[in-house]
């Protein structure tokens, strides 16, 4: 590929430096598996699977995603790229009781 100008090289760079810190991100949201037993993702370091009674933490991260901890490792969920965020946050909640965070307004 040639370069027609030094101006070119510039957006090349920023895209792919972009496209660097975004596509982690992408590749847990689409790759995150929900079952009645458990959840799955892949990440760059491998596939990273927790029991939902092998997580010991549960946290809210930005944007809607519940950030899940065990032994395994992490999971991220963005519950906004799933069709009902309200009955996925409930089905979520119901399999997690015993780590859900307390409501602060109660």
């Known amino acids: ?7 070119e090289i ?12 975004v ?7 689409l790759s995150t598996t929900i079952t009645d037993e458990g959840a799955s ?4 370091r491998g596939r990273v699977r927790l029991r939902w009674e092998d ?8 944007y809607g995603a519940l950030v899940l901890k065990g032994d395994e490792g ?7 790229f799933y069709q ?11 399999r997690l009781q015993r780590v859900w965070p307390a ?3 109660a």
Do not use: H, K
């Open 10 to 21: 510039g957006p090349v760079v920023v895209f792919i430096g972009l496209l660097t810190i």
């Open 74 to 80: 992490r999971i991220v969920i963005n519950c906004a």
């Open 103 to 105: 409501d602060e307004d």
């Open 55 to 62: 997580v010991r933490q549960v946290r809210f991260g930005a």
């Open 41 to 44: 993702q892949l990440t760059l």
């Open 84 to 94: 009902n965020f309200d009955a996925t946050w409930t089905w979520l909640a119901r």
């Open 23 to 29: 596509s982690p991100g992408v590749l847990r949201t």
């Open 1 to 7: 590929m040639a370069w027609r100008s030094r101006s």
